[in-house]
């Protein structure tokens, strides 16, 4: 067997420059996470990747529990892999706050945090 590239088939990409306390949907329906990329531009403080279980229009950002949560390091970036891929039964969203805790609203500022998730 010998790996060839294709044009069809492969993951898509929700791409997002200013990441923030807004929920984001990478996917309305069911689907897998396999991997996503990051870059915190913080000099000094970590940011925080939320994933949600949930539509956009459910997820409420300091109320909808995230079933994931991913710190980022300041000045930071990084590539996260998932080869066998994580369910999402629901949807996959996103959103990125400056605390850990799932209670958290803070918004990091504006265009601080990039993000592209690999999804399917």
């Avoid at 994933?51 to 300091?62: E, I, L, W």
């Avoid at 850990?100 to 504006?110: E, M, N, Q």
């Amino acid at each position: 067997v010998t790996d060839r590239p294709l044009t069809a088939g492969g993951l898509l990409i929700s791409r997002d420059l200013d990441a923030d306390e807004t929920e984001t949907e990478a996917k309305a329906t069911a689907g897998q996470v396999f991997g996503y990329y990051f870059a915190n531009t913080h000099a000094t403080s970590w940011r925080y990747l939320k994933f949600y279980n949930a539509t956009a229009a459910t997820v409420v950002v300091g109320t909808t529990t995230p079933v994931l949560t991913f710190p980022m390091p300041a000045a930071s970036a990084g590539h996260i892999e998932f080869s066998k891929g994580i369910e999402f039964a629901t949807a996959i969203c996103y959103a990125v706050t400056t605390g850990v805790a799932d209670t958290d609203v803070a918004a990091p500022g504006l265009n601080e945090v990039v993000i592209n998730v690999f999804y399917k």
